[in-house]
């Protein structure tokens, strides 16, 4: 079994920053890729950014230049630190890792922008 936990949301200011991140321990060694999605009311969930066991990156068109996903295979740890929130911004944030053809979940953390 795979549990990942997510620390690091909370409420912040337009224009402010935050950092989450996410452990997983359990039965995997090493995951193909980890990263985070967000989920807003009303919306359907989204990438926002991921990273791969080989380093590379990937984030969603929105996030570009303000957020910045990093990763520790050893530790299977994974951080998204957050800069310039916009209200926007505001979502369920869930941590996820990806192994083959199984993805684990974390519990969610709130990001919450808002003056």
């Known amino acids: 079994q795979v549990q990942l936990v997510e620390s690091g949301g909370g409420l912040v200011q337009p224009g402010g920053s935050l950092r989450l991140s996410c452990a997983a321990s359990?039965?995997?060694?090493?995951?193909?890729?980890m990263g985070w999605y967000r989920q807003a009311p009303g919306k359907q969930r989204e990438l926002v950014a991921a990273i791969a066991s080989d380093g590379r990156t990937n984030y969603a068109d929105s996030v570009k230049g303000r957020f910045t996903v990093s990763g520790d295979n050893a530790k299977n740890t994974v951080d998204l630190q957050m800069s310039d929130l916009k209200p926007e911004d505001s979502a369920v944030y869930y941590c996820f890792a990806e192994y083959y053809i199984t993805d684990y979940w974390g519990q969610g953390t709130q990001v919450t922008v808002s003056s």
């Open positions: 359990g039965s995997v060694s090493r995951f193909n890729a």
